[in-house]
């Protein structure tokens, strides 16, 4: 059985994406800032993807601009954010421990240039309170930026009423939405978001594109000077082809997304469910607030990377939060953020399902699990230790 | 191209030598959990030559290869042979591993060292030179 169960690192193109995307390579090539009809149609097409992103999120289409992805998006957004709050004088930003590397990494750059960053604790359900953003907000604060859905654990953020909080108090708010588009029903509006990314490689559109929504009167700083693509806050011809794949992606995803999370969320509490039961392990994040595909634990004594690869040989693809996973050998900072012990986040595992998950492919991937967390435990000098009663659980 | 070379894979999946040695007279370990991985060696000496040997690893896929590959290329070898296991050798029968996975062949040659020093002590033997001079290799990002 092959099971792809990583789709919170990417998914597969979704049928009607690919063919959004096809007549404009092969037919409408046209640069969309020239004169010219194929230059037009083209144009066209790319307003007509903006009013699709714009009608998915409920914004206007002038509050759209399209991106090389969440990264972009995400950079884009916070030293924008920064750069009007230093002009007024403020220079603190409150996000929190466990927001991606495009978030944090881009708060570490602002941080040397002297802004002040309070990350807020997400210890325990993986999920922050309105009540610590509202205690964490000052005079000087210029921004609040918190993840609508964490990439690793799934968890969802109580994004209306931080964006109430922050409305209320005139302190700009971003969401990285990355995780969350297509996946579960968004209103920038109703929940007072002032900018929010997002990334089609997310929801079965094609990689390398995104967008970014900013509300009208927020001011945008370039990251890329050019013509006058994107209302001049964007250089470089658009990636057409891209975009008309991202918002068709962007359609069906949020057409079906009650349908979706209908048909995997109870799978996803059966795989939790079916996990739960092997020993000494634990679901990370909190078990209702969290995305409809996302599964994420964390198995004692055994290493993640290990797991993988012995998933992958029984035709699962899936992930780990394990230093040896991660390219850089240091323990996931989500799983850290947490409050997970980082023996333990070395044992992590994370599945993401997708609409096409069936209840055959959960049993099967529960049996896999079982089986090779077994076998690793057999061979773990940790477990023996554990067993033998020289090391205690951490896990219980 | 895959993360692993077939020999690494091989060694992965189907390692030898794995599991506890009860009559073992010599035990070592090397590495914490905290880095995310610990290797055991158990040593069975007799007559000078390593009558047998046996590990358990918790790590990632080139922890487990490594342990398999070094305790076969000490298996029915002399002592003195056993200790002059350097982790250069081991990396050299897997046929290469990744540059950041270089660390566990490391812990590999350790644990032998240490289950060796286990060894001489339990026989009140002097702990040879080689054992006491003995440095691991400095690791990266550890
Ligand atoms: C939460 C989150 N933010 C940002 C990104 C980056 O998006 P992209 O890969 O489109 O740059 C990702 C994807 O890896 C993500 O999961």
Redesign the pocket.
Same mark, same amino acid.
Not at chain 1, 69 to 72: C, L, Q, R, V
């Given at each position: 059985m092959k099971i792809y169960a990583d789709n919170?690192?990417t998914t597969r193109m979704s049928r009607r994406a690919i063919e959004a995307m096809i007549p404009y390579m092969e037919e409408v090539y046209g640069n969309p800032s020239s004169l010219y009809s194929i230059g037009q149609e083209a144009k066209d097409a790319l307003e007509s993807a903006r009013e699709t992103v714009a009608g998915c999120l409920g914004c206007s289409p002038g509050e759209i601009i399209f991106t090389s &992805? &969440?990264?972009?998006a995400?950079n884009q957004a916070l030293f924008s954010a920064a750069s009007a709050g230093e002009r007024k004088g403020k220079k603190h930003i409150i996000s929190t421990a466990f927001e991606?590397h495009?978030?944090l990494h881009a708060l570490k750059r602002l941080e040397k240039e002297g802004f002040e960053i309070t990350l807020l604790d997400v210890s325990g359900s993986g999920v922050v309170s309105p009540k610590q953003v509202e205690e964490a907000i000052r005079p000087d604060t210029c921004l609040v930026t918190i993840?609508y859905a =964490? =990439?690793e654990i799934g968890t969802i953020q109580p994004i209306a009423e931080i964006g109430r909080i922050c409305r209320e108090k005139g302190v700009t708010f971003h969401t990285?939405a990355?995780?969350a588009v297509g996946h579960v029903n968004i209103n920038v509006k109703d929940e007072n978001i002032d900018m929010l $990314?997002l $990334?089609a490689?997310?929801f079965h559109g094609p990689?390398g594109v &995104?967008a970014l929504y900013c509300r009208k009167g927020i001011p945008l700083l370039n990251l890329i000077e050019g013509g006058a693509q994107e209302g001049g806050k964007r250089g470089g011809t658009e990636n057409v082809p891209g975009i008309m794949g991202l918002a068709a992606a962007m359609q069906e995803a949020c057409d079906k997304i009650d349908e979706s999370a209908a048909h995997i969320t109870p799978l996803r509490d059966r795989l939790i469910e079916g996990l739960e039961r092997i020993p000494h392990s634990i679901l990370n994040g909190d078990c209702k607030k969290r995305l409809p595909g996302n599964v994420n634990f964390c198995f004692e004594a055994i290493e993640g990377e290990s797991l993988l690869l012995l998933l992958d040989d029984k035709g699962i693809s899936a992930s780990s939060g394990s230093a040896c996973t991660s390219g850089s050998l240091h323990a996931s900072h989500v799983l850290l953020a947490l409050g997970r012990a980082v023996e333990i986040a070395h044992g992590s595992l994370r599945l993401s399902i997708a609409e096409d998950i069936t209840q055959e492919q959960v049993d099967y991937m529960i049996k896999a699990v079982d089986e090779v967390v077994a076998y690793l435990r057999s061979i773990s000098p940790v477990w023996r230790d554990l067993q033998e009663g020289k090391r205690e659980f951490i896990l219980k | 191209m895959a993360l692993y070379n077939e020999k690494v894979m091989d060694h992965f999946r189907n390692p030898r030598n794995v599991g506890a040695l009860e009559d073992a007279n010599g035990v070592g370990e090397s590495g914490n959990a905290v880095c995310g991985d610990i290797m055991k060696v158990y040593l069975k000496i007799e007559d000078g030559i390593v009558k047998d040997v046996g590990f358990e690893t918790f790590g990632c896929g080139s922890a487990i290869a490594s342990s398999s590959m070094a305790t076969e290329l000490i298996k029915g070898k002399p002592v003195e042979e056993a200790l002059e296991l350097s982790n250069k050798a081991v990396v050299e029968a897997l046929e290469g591993l990744p540059l950041r996975k270089v660390h566990c062949s490391i812990l590999a040659e350790e644990a032998i060292k240490a289950a060796l020093e286990d060894y001489y002590r339990k026989q009140g033997l002097p702990i040879p030179q080689k054992i006491l001079d003995y440095k691991p290799a400095v690791e990266e990002d550890h």
């Open positions: 919170a690192a &992805g &969440g990264s972009e995400d991606h495009a978030v993840m =964490n =990439n990285d990355v995780q $990314s $990334s490689h997310k990689k &995104g | -």
